[in-house]
């Protein structure tokens, strides 16, 4: 299974404890897929469906605690695509049954309706709640190994600029793009994904995609070091073959006789030693010296360079 089918999942069996939140979410969760049509008796028929059985159960759980609604869950099989099956919920509706849910849902005023009725999402317990019915529906995310992604897909154009305006609320600055046919909103920052999950409190996904950042982020540490001593090393090098070149025309100019002798030495192990450091060398020389000592001798090796040379 895909990260983002086991975020949707995890999900869909997260229920709101407060009312509020109930209907929210499940207005959200009924904003696809889901028609009225009239039924027998001058009475109405909702119908929607669910990707999952975890998302249907939470439908007809919500129906069931908000309006007091009884549904039907069955499944539907998708001839067209192998496995492939959905879930249709339906609620039948007696005449005059079922008003303020479909007040609710912006299904009874279709002239005038907006894309999320205001009070349905006034509280941000409410706003979360929403969120997650969305994402539950029209949700992708990527899994944290990879590029950091998740993206909403909606096919109409009313309801993305308020979802978005809504994160706006909760403090999530998200944007719009264009796709075939659809509008997307999406996050591409990792602390704006994890922000997100913990607003629709995916607690798992949430821990996972902590587990993966600490990883990434330590790996990069090591490859900063890595290279850090890789530069080191090059500078290390590089000093190396100054200091070699400068001890062989000093020594071809006044011999190794010429040389003060307690930089004698240190001179030859430079020249016989040039991939080592100053402490590896301190450690050749006898009686054996501080990697600060060698500095020191060096630079006074530098300077008499620097004088009979006319460097
Ligand atoms: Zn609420």
Redesign the pocket.
Known sequence: MSFATDVRNELARVL?E?K??QK?ELAALLSLRTKLEPGAGGGMTLRTTAESAATARKIYSLLKETYGLSSTVSVLEKKRFKKSRHYGVEVVLQPGEGQELLDDLGLTDAAHRRAIRPALVN?N??KR?YLRGIFINRGFINRPEGAYHLELVFSDTRLPAEVQKLMHRLGLEAKISERKNSLLIYLKESEKIVDFLRLVEASHALLAFENVRIVKSMRNQVNRQVNCETANLANTVDASVRQVEMIERLLAKVGLKGLPPSLRELALLRIEHPDSTFKEIGMLLDPPLSKSGVAYRMKKLENLAADLLDL
């Open positions: 709101p407060r509020c939140c929210a509280k317990c409410c709640a």
